[in-house]
């Protein structure tokens, strides 16, 4: 998706042990209607493995963990941890691998109100140094603002813009607080408007053909090809959330518990116990 994209405008930054690198991303309303946030360790692979534990907040439904690259990428549900009087939760996990995507879905919003406010104590078991927070601002908010200080602005292709924050420090026995206020009047996604968008680009895309009917055929060959382009980068980047979505939306939509999910046998995918079919790769008596 194109939260991946930004993960490339940042250049890594080296820290303390057992990291080299952490970028935490704060996506509101991104795909759905809570916030995700998301966690890209880049882990010194002469400490691997190690003990990783992260804060999370009470309202946190469901944790993934990404590992591996390109076809050997798989994703996991992971077991979200109560602490004895049950109060607070958190994750306890190993890092194994150099690259570990760690995602986690909350929804701290009232539904009947347009005004939004997210507060994430980050807090983990590791000493930091030298990382970067960013929050991706919601593409349709008014008043948006963070908490966050010495902020950097970009903007992706898409129009998306992300606020960045270069963290000095964060010890084990601290936690950062990050918040974020803004007001969506619209109540709808990112995702959604940039679906609206592309949809209206290429409604443009044909009015102007209709009306340049005089151009050559090469020139409006040109012009398809384009779109075409772009609209398939689109949703090559948007395969992996579409993927996240439909885990968050099996999780939250059926009354069974995580048992009834399975990995698919030939693609790694995560899909439901009862499926003769895989869902993604079509693969048989997967099962």
């Not at 250049?11 to 916030?35: K, Q, R």
């Not at 963290?167 to 601290?174: C, F, G, Q, W």
């Not at 009015?207 to 090559?236: C, G, M, P, R």
Request: hydrophobic share 35%.
């Amino acid at each position: 998706m194109i939260r991946f994209l930004f993960f490339a405008i940042f250049s890594l930054v080296y820290s303390s042990f057992p990291l080299n690198n952490l970028i935490v991303g704060i996506w509101p309303e991104y795909d759905h209607s809570g916030v995700l946030v998301s966690l890209q360790i880049e882990a010194d692979s002469s400490n691997i493995p190690f003990e990783f534990t992260l804060s999370l907040p009470s309202e946190t439904k469901m944790a993934i963990e990404t590992i591996g690259e390109g076809q050997n990428k798989s994703n996991n549900i992971l077991d979200i941890s109560n602490n004895i009087d049950s109060t607070h939760k958190y994750l306890n996990l190993d890092i194994n691998n150099n690259k570990t995507l760690l995602q986690f879905y909350f929804n701290p919003f009232d539904r009947n109100s347009n005004e939004r406010e997210i507060k994430y104590f980050l807090k983990t078991n590791l000493d930091l140094e030298n990382f970067y927070v960013v929050v991706q601002k919601h593409i349709g908010a008014d008043a948006f603002k963070t908490n966050l200080n010495n902020i950097e602005e970009i903007s992706d292709e898409f129009g998306v813009k992300y606020l960045r924050s270069k963290i000095a420090e964060l010890n084990s026995s601290d936690s950062l607080l990050i918040k974020v206020n803004y007001i969506n009047f619209s109540k709808r996604t990112t995702i959604d408007i940039l679906n609206d968008k592309f949809v209206d680009d290429k409604d443009n895309v044909n009015i102007e053909k209709n009306v340049n009917k005089v151009k050559s055929n090469k020139s409006e060959y040109d012009q398809d090809k384009y779109f075409n382009n772009k609209l398939k980068i689109f949703f090559l980047l948007s395969l992996f959330t579409i993927i996240v979505i439909i885990i968050y939306s099996l999780y939250f939509n059926r009354s069974s518990d995580l048992d009834k999910f399975v990995t698919c046998k030939h693609c790694q995918k995560i899909i439901k116990q009862t499926d003769n079919f895989c869902p993604f790769c079509g693969g048989e008596n997967v099962s």
